[in-house]
Each structure stands twice: as structure tokens, then as C-alpha cells.
Nanobody, 120 residues
Framework: QVQLVESGGGLVQAGESLRLSCAAS????????MAWYRQAPGKQRESVAH???????NYADSVKGRFTISRDNAKNTVYLQMNSLKPEDTAVYYC??????????????WGQGTQVTVSS
């Protein structure tokens, strides 16, 4: 079994920063893409940032220049540093990873989500 566990959400004021973490654990052989998504109330889940195993990175236009995604392959962990937060960044943030298990099965996994609330 593979599990993703997020941490680091919270309530901040506009302009402040937060750092999200997501650790993968379990029967992991290799992790391909790791990513962050978010879902605001009444809206569809949207991609925030992706990072591949060789550190190719993509960001949503709405977060470019403010958010930074990174990963520590030794710890099977992905991070999202969020600076200059805006009220419109308020959402539940989900970690996502494409993982080969030790049984060589490739699957897409989701974390449980962590709430980020930015007050104006």
C-alpha cells in the first residue's frame, strides 16, 4: 500500500507565506511526477504545479512567480513554498503522485488534502 500525507496548511493573512509538504510512504519502487492541485469551494479541482523525477517543472499561470515546487527524492517528499499569498489562493490543496509500487504497478495517488485559508 502507498500513502500520501500532506501537512503545512493553515490560516494566514494576504502577503504571507506557507510551506506545504507531502510525504509518500509504503511499498514504493519509484515516483514519477509529483504535483499539487487545489480546489476552492464551488470550483473544480485545478492543477497548481508539477515536478518530474528529473525536476522538469510547470506552474499554473495564477501562481507563477509566487509558488515554488520542489522534491526530495531521498525522502519521497514534495514541497510547495507559497509566497505572497492572496485570498484567491484559499482552497484545499491536494498532493498527487504517479508511483510505481514494489510490485511494479503504476498508479496515481492522492493525499487527503490540507486547507489553506488566506484572509484579506
Amino acid at each position: 500500500q502507498v500513502q500520501l500525507v500532506e501537512s503545512g496548511g493553515g490560516l494566514v493573512q494576504a502577503g504571507e507565506s506557507l510551506r506545504l509538504s507531502c510525504a509518500a510512504s509504503g511499498s514504493i519502487f519509484r515516483i514519477n511526477v509529483m504535483a499539487w492541485y487545489r480546489q476552492a469551494p464551488g470550483k473544480q479541482r485545478e492543477s497548481v504545479a508539477h515536478i518530474t523525477s528529473v525536476d522538469n517543472i510547470n506552474y499554473a499561470d495564477s501562481v507563477k512567480g509566487r509558488f515554488t515546487i520542489s522534491r526530495d527524492n531521498a525522502k519521497n517528499t514534495v514541497y510547495l513554498q507559497m509566497n505572497s499569498l492572496k485570498p484567491e489562493d484559499t482552497a484545499v490543496y491536494y498532493c498527487n503522485a504517479e508511483i510505481y509500487s514494489t510490485g511494479r504497478n503504476l498508479r496515481n495517488y492522492w493525499g487527503q488534502g490540507t486547507q489553506v485559508t488566506v484572509s484579506s
